[in-house]
């Protein structure tokens, strides 16, 4: 997903987003099948399944990244910009739905469990995936007026992330992609075993809350979705809900700083509700702040600003992972209190949450001289009602 820059950047040399987002689902299918071809080959032929795995998720990550980059351009630059907030929303949603059917059907259809069975219920989603998609996408591009235009001049890739990385905004968004995500994913492999281990919940309890912070998350991108849609509320207003959520978020984790210090009897499932919806609400208005932000600049370059910023994020939250979990081993390992040990890695994450309300603050005021064709006319480039 570090390459997400490249992809980009091939669609906006290309002029069309389109096939950059089957050619990335093909390539995502593939992977998956390929990742259960490796499941089954692993018991006999260990080092070859082990190679066939890492040939499989690297092509995953090549196909997320090449369509996903694809589409948050496209939409960028085909919905309106009053609709962004909502349309980010959107996105969001259908992808848990989609979590939540797939699960529930290859469940199902999983069970007797076989490995052969298990390549076929893959091959199945795959190849079904890869329909929809092209399904989604058939005629959107249709016609001179949807498609970008195809740029009479082709640059380099990297002259083109040049020019990208010396625009001050998407520099600055960049950076603050970059710590808001290692604050978001930091907590995300901690805070079930802190519910398990400071108040001695069991594993479907812990899960339980899990789910309870999902549904904040819900909330919290539905409420921005909804107020993003409102005249008064709307895209003006987005950098005010970013810098909300991400304030809030800290909040959320001061909360459960003090919960830890109470113990049992702490009101621990709407502290996690409240996190979830906290951190909806910012993630929301951040998808949105960066398709409002991938049509400004230099025309042509929406795929690579947007594949810039999604590079960041998947860096950050690959590393916030690693950074949460080792974070919290180190405490536990120093402290004599497990309470005291993740309150200390909370209160990081809350005073990383802070300093990502100060750099969207900083985005939003755009205090730096800006290039010709900034301004509010310039945010309607590309889009259309």
Known sequence: ?????????????????????????????AGGVGAAAAVVWMPAAPVLGLLAAILAFTAIGIGVGAAGTSLLALLASRVAEQRRAAAATTVWLMMIVGFVITTAITGRLLDPYSAERLVTVTAGVSVLAVLLAALAVAGIERGAAAAPQRPTEKPDFRRVMTEVWAEPRARRFTVFVFVSMLAYSAQDLILEPFAGTVFGLSVGETTKLASMQHGGVLAGMILVAVAGSLPRLGMASL?????????????AFLVLVAGGQVGPGFPLGASFFALGAANGAFAAAAIATMMQLAGQGRAGREGTRMGLWGAAQAVAFGLGNIVGTGACDLARWLMASDAAAYSTVFLAEAALFLLSALLAARVARGDAPRPAGFGPNALQHGSTP
């Open 239 to 251: 950098p005010g809900w970013t810098i909300a959520g991400c304030i809030a978020s800290a909040a």
């Open 1 to 29: 997903q570090i390459l997400r820059p490249r992809w980009g950047y091939g669609s906006d040399m290309g002029g069309r987003r389109t096939p950059w987002i089957l050619g990335g689902m093909a390539v995502l299918g």
